[in-house]
C-alpha cells in the first residue's frame, strides 16, 4: 500500500490542522492505521492509530483530548483533526499502516508515508 500524507503547515499556538493520509494500491480497509510524529533531534514517536474498522483508537497522552483520529474506508483515507495545538506540537508527522498490527509501536508498522511538516509558532 501506498500512503501519501498532506495538511501540514505553519499554524499559531492554540490554533487547528487537519492531516490527511490518502492510501492507494490495496484495499484500505485491511490495514490500521497510525499517526507518528518525529521533532528535529528526536526519535520518531507515536501520536494515535486506528483499527481496521475504526472502532477502536489510541492517543498518546501528550495529544489526548487534543487530537482526534478518524478513517473513511471509503474515501482510502485517515484523518488527525489537530486542535489547541502548542510549539511542541512541531514536527513532521508520518502516517503508517499495517495489515496484522495495530498499536503504539513504531516497528508494528510496515508502511510508511513520506511525512508532512507541521509547525507550530509560539
Known amino acids: 500500500v501506498q500512503l501519501q500524507a498532506s495538511g501540514g503547515g505553519l499554524v499559531q499556538a492554540g490554533g487547528s490542522l487537519r492531516l490527511s493520509c490518502a492510501a492507494s494500491?490495496?484495499?484500505?480497509?485491511?490495514?490500521?492505521m497510525g499517526w507518528f510524529r518525529q521533532a528535529p533531534g528526536k526519535e520518531r514517536e507515536f501520536v494515535s492509530a486506528?483499527?481496521?474498522?475504526?472502532?477502536?483508537?489510541y492517543y498518546a497522552d501528550s495529544v489526548k483530548g487534543r487530537f482526534t483520529i478518524s478513517r473513511d474506508n471509503a474515501k482510502n483515507t485517515v484523518y488527525l483533526q489537530m486542535n489547541s495545538l502548542k510549539p511542541e506540537d512541531t514536527a513532521v508527522y508520518y502516517c503508517?499502516?499495517?495489515?496484522?498490527?495495530?498499536?503504539?509501536?513504531?516497528?508494528?508498522?510496515?508502511?510508511w508515508g513520506q511525512g508532512t511538516l507541521v509547525t507550530v509558532s509560539s
Open positions: 503508517a499502516a499495517d495489515p496484522k498490527r495495530f498499536g503504539v509501536m513504531t516497528q508494528w508498522y510496515a508502511y
Open positions: 494500491g490495496r484495499t484500505f480497509s485491511n490495514y490500521a
Open positions: 486506528i483499527s481496521w474498522k475504526g472502532d477502536s483508537t
